[in-house]
């Protein structure tokens, strides 16, 4: 299950229906997940047990680099670390809660999510091409942009931060990104550039 704001979750309701599988205990379950994410994650803690807010099983992950990066970027750097076995099964039916190092469970609500920007897709999509972000990128990445991508938007954070453009808005571009899934450099060059042209022919 994956955490969204207001207290609502995405269940993976057979697990939950019908109970969650046996496991280790919580103390072993979190040395596991630390040790399976420690060499991508430094420092990076795990808390299991249940909470009373949803009542339901959760784990926290606590990590310092998660300052900064929104909740969907947070999730997709763990999923991409911990086995499909892990997710699945041993934390199906889980509340999950990416959390900075001092950041409190109401201030991770309150961070922008993907979908809080359905209604201004067009209007941030629009503004990114008249500051020609695409090619801009392209320019940056040309080559080889899998190896020259660090994995995150580093290249096009710098590049609209040059543009002047306020953390406000490098962020919604960040989450219309996210929402057309792409969550690094080169993976906005591969997929979200044409099917936001596609979708947005008419907007820019």
């Known amino acids: 299950m994956r955490f969204v704001r207001g207290g609502l979750a995405r269940v993976v309701a057979w697990a939950w229906k019908h109970g969650m599988k046996s496991g280790p205990s919580n103390k072993a379950l979190e040395s596991e997940l630390a040790g399976l994410l420690a060499p991508r994650f430094s420092g990076i803690r795990a808390e299991v047990g249940k909470s009373d807010r949803w009542n339901r099983p959760c784990v926290t992950f606590r990590w310092t ?13 763990l999923v991409a670390v911990l086995p499909a076995e892990i997710r699945e099964n041993r934390l199906a039916g889980f ?10 469970v109401d201030a991770f609500l309150k961070l922008p999510r993907s979908e809080d920007i359905v209604d201004r897709e067009a209007e941030i999509y629009t503004e990114l091409v008249k500051a020609r972000l695409f090619d801009l990128l392209a320019d940056a990445m040309s ?28 962020s919604d571009a ?19 550039r044409g099917e936001l042209a596609e979708l947005f022919a008419d907007a820019a």
Request: with cysteine; charged share 30%.
């Open 65 to 77: 680099g998660f300052a900064g990066l929104l909740p969907e970027e947070r999730f997709h750097r």
């Open 95 to 104: 509340v999950w809660l990416e959390l900075a190092d001092d950041e409190n």
């Open 143 to 170: 080559g080889s942009p899998e190896q020259k991508c660090t994995g995150d938007f580093r290249e096009m954070i710098r590049l609209l931060t040059a543009k002047r453009f306020p953390p406000k808005r490098v």
């Open 174 to 192: 960040k989450l219309l990104m996210i929402r057309h899934h792409a969550f690094c450099d080169c993976q906005i060059l591969q997929t979200a």
